[in-house]
């Protein structure tokens, strides 16, 4: 079965570069999650989208944006990175905004250095 | 202190013991809870979700949600070497994205090592 597709896998940047990760949703799913996980942490909540519009919004910075495209993929993007922006960056999808169904990617490696 | 309390192990028990992986909660207002797998390096798993109080069983797995002790447990029968990993759980109070739900809240996962 398809699975939710993240890229990169690893991403290694420079203090206060740019970077851009990427959510390609499992097909028909039109919901999107993203949660930042820390070294030995749990996943912390973003942002999410819900058939193209943001529905909801947690811990994300003001340096990070995020948006879904007409095509249901998502795009994060982080600017000013900073050290403490090393994580894995999860991508989750799921069906008609549904919080209890949440089908997560592989995730994107971010290492600042 | 954390919405979501999980004891992070490890737990070490031999191959074919009956897990008990626990969560306790603070907040009354999630309904909604969920179990997640996570192996290193690799993406959460859904394993099971159920919706208020009560048991939910699928295969080997058990769900239970004890929500007037703010208390949930997965058990894992017949466990196996594969099950080692490391278990989140995951809770909600809403049903929507949009209901000011913000995302799951996650405990920090216990780490469960199978021993053959």
């Known amino acids: 079965a398809a699975g939710v597709i993240q890229s990169p896998r690893h991403l290694i940047k420079e203090k206060r570069e740019t970077a851009t990760l990427k959510c390609y949703p499992i097909p028909r799913h039109d919901t999107v999650y993203w949660y930042q996980q820390g070294p030995g942490q749990d996943p912390q909540f973003l942002i999410s989208f819900y058939e193209k519009m943001q529905s909801d919004k947690g811990s994300i910075p003001d340096r990070f944006s995020a948006q879904q495209f007409s095509d249901y993929h998502s795009e994060l993007n982080m600017s000013s990175l900073e050290l403490g922006d090393s994580a894995l960056y999860f991508c989750?999808?799921?069906?008609?905004?549904?919080?209890?169904?949440?089908?997560f990617g592989p995730g994107t490696r971010l290492t600042v250095t | 202190q954390k919405e979501v309390e999980q004891d992070p192990g490890p737990l070490s028990v031999p191959e074919g013991a009956i897990v008990s992986l626990n969560c306790t909660y603070s907040n009354s207002a999630f309904q909604y809870f969920m179990w997640y797998r996570q192996y290193s390096r690799k993406g959460p798993e859904l394993l099971m979700y159920?919706?208020?109080?009560g048991n939910k069983e699928d295969g080997r797995f058990t769900a239970q949600v004890d929500k007037s002790s703010k208390y949930i447990s997965l058990f894992i029968r017949d466990s196996q070497p594969s099950d080692s990993a490391t278990y989140l759980c995951a809770m909600s109070a809403a049903i929507y994205s949009g209901g000011g739900a913000d995302g799951l809240t996650f405990g920090k996962g216990t780490h469960l090592i199978i021993q053959p």
């Open positions: 159920t919706y208020s109080s």
């Open positions: 989750a999808s799921g069906i008609g905004g549904l919080i209890y169904e949440q089908y």
